[in-house]
């Protein structure tokens, strides 16, 4: 199985865009960077067509250590979220996508 990895997404920027090596990485960095600023000032990212990248805020709880059967406080925290848009859920599974939905 492969991964897709940042050098392959910036050698993909420069063979179909025509940037050069070093303005297809910084341009890649300039995406993920304002994806991240978005994320971290709790602001939605939705990219048609492929899906949303969210942040939910997920209250303190109790947890149980599976081990020992104890039971510990779990933090509220932060959680990054990603729904895929149905395009490419259909697109994974090679289904025609849904008739005028590009979420």
């Known amino acids: 199985m492969n991964t897709v990895t940042r050098a392959h997404l910036t050698e993909t920027i420069y063979t179909e ?3 050069s090596r070093n303005e297809s990485a910084d341009l890649l960095e300039t995406v993920l960077e304002r994806m991240c600023r ?3 000032a709790g602001e939605s ?3 048609s067509g492929f899906g949303t990248f969210s942040v939910r805020q997920k ?3 109790i947890g149980r250590n599976p081990k020992t059967g104890v039971e510990v406080p779990i933090l509220p925290r932060r959680v990054l ?3 895929p848009s149905q395009v490419l859920k259909a697109h994974v599974n090679h289904t025609p996508p ?6």
């Open 98 to 103: 849904p008739a005028g939905d590009d979420e």
């Open 38 to 40: 978005a994320l971290e």
């Open 81 to 83: 979220v990603f729904r």
């Open 45 to 47: 990212v939705k990219i």
């Open 59 to 61: 209250g303190r709880r």
């Open 17 to 19: 865009v025509g940037l």
